[in-house]
């Protein structure tokens, strides 16, 4: 038999477990979509952070969606992994969110989860770079970067450069091509209007070629490679897919003592325009940079804004890029500059 003293012990504890067990689940229920359910909810999926433009699109989309505008951000960075960033959105799926926003890290393998996002009736906005799946209704609207024309710029720049080379006489050209991420939007674009070129202007030629991931570090390991493999003196552009290619490229001709740049023969060529590929630009240790817009959250908030009331949207939005050479560039611009 129990005594009395006892039985109020164990009642207590019993009211001890119950009241643990309550605030667990009370805990439990406040994840991530349940907090403050009168907030829309949007799940970001990022491939990773490997560049500052990728820093600044995230910081640009978390600006955008802000409780005080009645959102709650769910940002998920996919470590550079597809399968993470599949993994993340069945996440969102499963959290019942009201919205997901993809940059999706290569274009192609996103069709049987953005197939569920659509079964389970989540609109799916395609950011950055795009997608291609069987069919265009498996994601509402893309937002980014017309990818081909920012390559198109560049070649434009190049055939200024060298104008007595484009017809398939005059001079060779020849290019150090350092790829993005393969199989991303960003990279196919700019890749396709290079390879475009050298099928027009037949003496332009790539003495060698590589994927330096977006990264500076990949690139600097890559442009050290190709020190040793071709005559640098032969060299006339390095064609590098972004700025972070761009800066492992110098990086490597620091090291090596070889000069680039004006007052050289030997051209850069980036894409992005971050503030400190612009103040290279400026200096002349880089030629040209083209833009690429990573300040997408407000054109992705105009969007969803315009979902939510249940407007259509366009499929297609392109933000707007502009490219940079020491001809175009002044301080203030770079002063101005947001990443
Ligand atoms: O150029 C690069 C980033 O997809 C446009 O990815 C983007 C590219 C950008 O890491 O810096």
């Known amino acids: 038999m129990l005594s009395y003293k006892r039985w109020i012990g164990a009642f207590l504890v019993l009211v001890l477990i119950l009241t643990c067990f309550a605030c667990g689940n009370i805990g439990m229920h406040q994840d991530e979509t ?17 560049s500052a433009w990728r820093v600044a699109l995230t910081d640009s989309v978390k600006e955008a969606f802000t409780e005080e505008k009645g959102y709650k951000l769910i940002y998920k960075d996919g470590q550079s992994k597809q399968d993470n960033q599949i993994r993340d959105i069945r996440k969102f799926i499963q959290q019942g969110v009201d919205y997901i926003i993809l940059c999706p890290i290569v274009e192609t393998g996103w069709d049987t989860v953005l197939s ?16 291609v799946v069987s069919n265009e209704s498996l994601y509402t609207a893309f937002v980014g970067s017309d990818f081909k024309a920012e390559g198109e710029k560049a070649i434009a720049r190049m055939e200024e450069l060298y104008p007595e080379s484009i017809e398939g006489e005059g001079p060779e050209v020849n290019i150090l091509h350092i790829q993005g991420t393969l199989g991303s939007s960003a990279q196919l674009g700019r890749s396709h209007a290079l390879e475009k070129a050298l099928e027009e202007h037949t003496n332009w030629h790539i003495l060698a070629q590589d994927c ?17 493999e071709v005559n640098i003196r032969d060299v006339d552009v390095i064609y590098c897919e972004n700025d972070e290619e761009a800066f492992g490229a110098m990086a490597a001709l620091n090291e090596a003592g070889l000069g680039y740049g004006k007052d050289t023969n030997l051209r850069i060529i980036s894409f992005d325009a971050t503030e400190s590929a612009l103040e290279f630009c400026m200096s ?9 817009n990573p300040l997408q959250g407000p054109y992705l ?32 611009i770079i002063q101005r500059r947001k990443y």
């Open 34 to 50: 349940e907090e403050n359910s009168d907030l829309i909810v949007v799940g970001f999926s990022q491939p990773g952070a490997e």
């Open 116 to 131: 569920e996002a659509k079964q389970a009736g989540i609109p799916v906005i395609i950011c950055d770079r795009n997608v």
């Open 212 to 228: 330096g991931e977006f990264t500076k570090a990949k690139s600097r390991e890559i442009m050290k490679r190709f020190l040793e």
């Open 284 to 292: 002349g240790q880089i030629d040209l940079v083209v833009e690429c």
């Open 301 to 332: 908030y105009n969007i969803i804004e315009m979902l939510n009331d249940d407007k259509t949207v366009p499929k297609i939005t392109y933000v707007d890029e502009n490219y940079f050479t020491s001809e175009n560039l002044s301080s203030e």
